[in-house]
Nanobody, 122 residues
Framework: QVQLVESGGGLVQAGGSLRLSCAAS????????MGWFRQAPGKERVLVAG????????YYADSVKGRFTISRDNAKNTVYLQMNSLKPEDTAIYYC???????????????WGRGTQVTVSS
C-alpha cells in the first residue's frame, strides 16, 4: 500500500508562486505515473498535471499551461508541482495520485493523498 502525503499549500496573493510536494512511502514510486488533481468547492476533481513513470512525458490542463510545472525525483520518491502566476481561480484542494498511466479519469489512480489547500487571494 503506497501512502502519498502532500505539502506546500497555503495562502498566496494573485501573481505569486507555490511549490507543492507529494512524498510517497514506497520505493516502488517509480512504477507509477503521477497526477496532480484539484477540487474547488462544489466542483468536480480535475486533473491539472500528470507525469509518466520516467518523467519523460508530461500533461497539463489548458488552464495551467505555461504557469505550472510538474516534475518528479524517483530517487526521493517525490513528485512536485511548481505553480507560478497564481490566479484566484486556482484556489482549491490539491491532491496527488498514483496509477498505471496518466489519465484525466480519477478512477484510473490507485493511490491518493489527503490533499493540501491552496488559496489565492485577489
Amino acid at each position: 500500500q503506497v501512502q502519498l502525503v502532500e505539502s506546500g499549500g497555503g495562502l498566496v496573493q494573485a501573481g505569486g508562486s507555490l511549490r507543492l510536494s507529494c512524498a510517497a512511502s514506497e520505493r516502488t514510486f517509480s512504477r507509477y505515473a503521477m497526477g496532480w488533481f484539484r477540487q474547488a468547492p462544489g466542483k468536480e476533481r480535475v486533473l491539472v498535471a500528470g507525469i509518466s513513470r520516467s518523467g519523460n512525458t508530461t500533461y497539463y490542463a489548458d488552464s495551467v499551461k505555461g504557469r505550472f510545472t510538474i516534475s518528479r525525483d524517483n530517487a526521493k520518491n517525490t513528485v512536485y508541482l511548481q505553480m507560478n502566476s497564481l490566479k484566484p481561480e486556482d484556489t482549491a484542494i490539491y491532491y496527488c495520485a498514483g496509477g498505471p498511466v496518466v489519465s484525466a479519469y480519477p478512477g484510473t489512480y490507485d493511490y491518493w493523498g489527503r490533499g493540501t489547500q491552496v488559496t489565492v487571494s485577489s
